[in-house]
């Protein structure tokens, strides 16, 4: 079964780029037909999509954050990537990787980063 | 961007009886391509969010069969037809027709 995780610092300081990598494991990142995507969910909040990757590396942000978003692919590490610049509070949450293709059909387990000075 | 708009946002529901969440989407989530990118999403508590259906009516792998989806267009219902301790949790609806990628409030499953 595809597995996704999430890895990376837990705590970021206001103004500072938050970066996450997803490893994806028992399958392959370069399956054509999917996206893989980020989403977060700040805490007792509700789900945001912020953006998207294929395996080729085309892109799709959520507007409402994409002049701070970067979502990246390697996928001779099978992993991809999410770069969020000028953090604030605002972007504390549990942010997870998923793959979509139809549905968000698998999902890391989240990993928590705190925006605090 | 496509507002989805869950009802109700609470649920408390007796062991064995069915449950009933609606989703409406502010536009028709039929895709140019034929189909209709409507998903349901369950959140155990402490837990990531789990696939129950895509496509309106899709039950995913290893998905109960108490679970079902309906709906066409801008209206859609999922339906537990007799609600187990487990199913407790958040529920969500999702579109993926259009971007951004958009997810109602969810609703809260609570057994009574």
């Known amino acids: 079964q595809l597995q996704l995780q999430e890895s990376g610092p837990g705590l970021v300081k206001p103004s500072e780029t938050l970066s996450l990598t997803c490893t994806v494991s028992s399958g392959s990142i370069s399956s054509s037909g999917y996206y893989w995507g980020w989403i977060r969910q700040p805490p007792g909040k509700g789900l945001e999509w912020i953006g998207s990757?294929?395996?080729?590396?085309?892109?799709f942000y959520n507007p409402s954050l994409k002049s701070r978003v970067t979502i990246s692919v390697d996928a001779s590490k099978n992993q991809f990537s999410l770069k969020l610049s000028s953090v604030t509070a605002a972007d504390t949450a549990v942010y997870y990787c998923?793959?979509?293709?139809?549905?968000?059909?698998?999902w890391g387990q989240g990993t928590l980063v705190t925006v605090s000075s | 961007d496509i507002v989805m708009t869950q009802t109700p946002l609470s649920s408390p529901v007796t062991l064995g009886q069915p449950a009933s969440i609606s989703c409406r989407s502010s536009q028709s989530l039929v895709h140019s391509d034929g189909n209709t990118y409507l998903s349901w999403l369950q959140q155990r508590p402490g837990q990531p969010p789990r696939l129950l259906i895509y496509?309106?009516?899709n039950r995913f792998s290893g998905v109960p069969d108490r679970f079902s989806g309906s709906g066409a267009g801008t209206d859609f219902t999922l339906k537990i037809s007799r609600v187990e301790a487990e199913d407790v949790g958040v529920y969500y609806c999702t579109q993926a027709t259009q971007f951004p990628y958009t997810f109602g409030q969810g609703t809260k499953l609570e057994i009574k």
């Open positions: 990757v294929s395996y080729s590396g085309t892109t």
């Open positions: 496509k309106i009516s």
């Open positions: 998923a793959r979509h293709g139809g549905g968000w059909a698998y």
